[in-house]
């Protein structure tokens, strides 16, 4: 089915307990801190929806019979191009909506689990049953078009086993409690869970490397994120600090906010127990599946929107300070688009240059993929940086919020002299804010931060590419340049 914003939103009442400090919040639908964001995640889903998207951004399945219903697209199981394309489409249309600010959409882990989903016998081969569960599970999202985010990271304590066993408090990070016959209790800690407040269930598991002998750690489950023990403790939400929306607008509407979730003695039922006890494989079936090439993805077609926004903002930034014609200000908007541009042709590539790393099934490409998180992490910063400084010192000779426009007098005052060629006061005060509270802001400095570790580490990131390109090929090249040279067979020899 297409799920209403309004199911969506009655879904998050489901007794959920989430931490801000000490505070605790029920119902997140409805607190200050999180209510915009959520609006926004239900408009996703109403849009969607709608007639004018819904045959672009849906499918039926082909076990779903003749008077089956559609499903949102990141559930299509990809056997050709057209299919991929078909996909890409409507990642690109949720990212445009949410002009690309939001890293964990419910695009982009649902895409994950379809990249699992191509592949259940590696889970069925862990332990007999949990491949079933997890064709079942991928068809329980399809059909209830849920939100699903992830949690893969251990606490940075939990990294060092020379910390954890010589401290009282034990080993922080989540493992297994105990089996029973209805499940498995599970108690600890796990993050980086970036949009885990807003999502129906969280996805338990590891992408980085386990000590072998870290098996008690090596399970991989969904939680739904009501379930009793459940808590979600978050960072300071940037909507509490907000002015407003005519001064934070991204900051109160696009704050998906990142969370630490604490379990404690939660129970898992079996149909949501996907892998046990295997430290290599809970992380190896995120590489050895499409899964991580489907969900980054979308993460690229997600970035290339929000490079878009940038450019918008950095475009309007030098016409409303009167500068667009100088040839330094349009080589920098020049290189803005360049990058975006170069960007957007390796979305393209990953689709149109696709692969099949399992039978029956085709993935987008890895080269391609890579390259792209890759120079999305190097980059964001700088282009960030160039479009601050187009701004200039703007930012700082605004008022300090839209209540002066309540007061007649105040109001004129700041339209006769804040005014300029190209733009109205008021106009000027709108986009200042706006350009300023996603470049400068704390929701800004948030996003400088996450782009540059959205794919892990930096250097991880450049080990990818480093892993798939084809170097015996690129020597190659060079040798039988060598080997043309007028050169001593013997030297060439002790070469």
Known sequence: MLRTGQDYLAALRDGRRVRIGAELVTDVAAHPAFRDTAASFAALYDRKRAPEHRDALSFVPEDAGADGEPCSAWYLLPRDRADLRRRAEAHRRIAQWSHGLLGRSMDHFASYVTGLRMCPELFEGNRAGFGDNLVRYHARMRREDLFTSYLVLSPQAARSAELYQRQAHGHPSLRIE??????????????????????????????????????????????????????????EPFALKARGPAENYFSTHFDETDAVLVL???????????????????????????????????????????????????????????????????????RL?????????????????????????????????????????????????????????????????????????????????????????????????LAWDLLGSDFGGRHTQYERFYGGPVVVNDLYSFRHCPWEERRGAVDRLLDALPLPAARRAAE
């Not at 499940?183 to 980086?192: E, Y």
């Not at 295997?278 to 499409?290: E, G, K, M, Q, V």
């Not at 979305?347 to 490409?365: K, W």
């Open 178 to 235: 105990r089996e029973d016959d209805d499940g498995i209790v599970v108690s600890g800690v796990k993050n980086f869970g970036t949009g885990v407040v807003f999502a129906d269930d969280a996805w338990i598991g590891n992408i980085l490397p386990l000590d072998p002998a870290e098996r008690a750690h090596a399970l991989t489950c969904a939680v739904p994120l009501g379930s009793p023990g459940v808590s979600i403790w978050v960072r």
């Open 264 to 334: 404690e003695r939660v129970k898992v039922p079996w149909e949501r127990v996907f892998l046990l006890d295997d430290p290599a494989l809970s992380r190896d079936i995120y590489f050895r599946t499409p899964a991580h090439l489907m969900g980054n993805h979308q993460s690229t077609l997600r970035f290339v929107e929000k490079l878009k926004l940038l450019g918008g903002i950095a475009h309007k930034a030098a016409e409303l300070s009167g500068v667009l014609h100088l040839v330094p200000v349009q080589q920098v908007l020049g």
């Open 337 to 433: 688009a360049a990058f975006e541009a170069t960007l957007l042709a390796l979305a393209t590539a990953q689709v149109e240059e696709c692969e099949s790393l399992v039978p029956g099934y085709v993935n987008v490409n890895r080269r391609y993929l890579y390259a792209a998180i890759n120079a999305c992490a190097h980059e964001y910063a700088g282009i960030a940086d160039r479009v601050k400084e187009l701004l200039g010192a703007n930012p700082f000779q605004m008022p300090a919020d839209a209540s002066l426009f309540e007061d007649p007098d105040l109001r004129a005052t700041f339209e006769a002299h804040w005014g300029a060629p190209g733009a109205d006061a008021t106009t000027r005060f709108g986009f200042v804010k």
